[in-house]
Nanobody
Framework: QLQASGGGLVEAGGSLRLSCAASGRSFSTGSTFTMGWFRQAPGKERDFVAAFRWRGRNTYYADSVKGRFTVSGDTATNTVYLQMNSLKPEDTAVYYC???????????????????WGQGTQVTVSS
């Protein structure tokens, strides 16, 4: 089970840190799970934001957030974080975390590849 939190209202240029806490499973640096962050703005399709692979602690980002967002994982708390800096109004969306243990690299950015999803957390960036 995944629990996303940390959303809120922030002014443009501000920062937020989202958390995705996993229960029922412990992640280690050898875990094959990939954790994904996606977002969906009103009237738009769900978009890939970032992915974190526990094994190797590899990170992947959508072009739109590179250099501004950082994804990381903490095995002690079984939590994946999405640090969002220099936020823009176009980052406004409901953010979701997802997980799957069987993904290959070409699947990281596809939401339909993930079996486990958390509830969304709203991020609103005012101009």
């Amino acid at each position: 089970q995944l629990q996303a939190s940390g959303g809120g209202l922030v002014e443009a240029g501000g920062s937020l840190r989202l958390s995705c806490a996993a229960s029922g499973r412990s992640f280690s640096t050898g875990s094959t799970f990939t954790m994904g962050w996606f977002r969906q703005a009103p009237g738009k399709e769900r978009d890939f934001v970032a992915a974190f692979r526990w094994r190797g602690r590899n990170t992947y980002y959508a072009d739109s957030v590179k250099g501004r967002f950082t994804v990381s994982g903490d095995t002690a708390t079984n939590t994946v974080y999405l640090q969002m800096n220099s936020l823009k109004p176009e980052d406004t969306a409901v953010y979701y975390c997802a997980a799957d243990s069987r993904l290959i690299r070409s699947e990281y950015e596809r939401g339909e590849s993930y079996d486990y999803w958390g509830q969304g957390t709203q991020v609103t960036v005012s101009s």
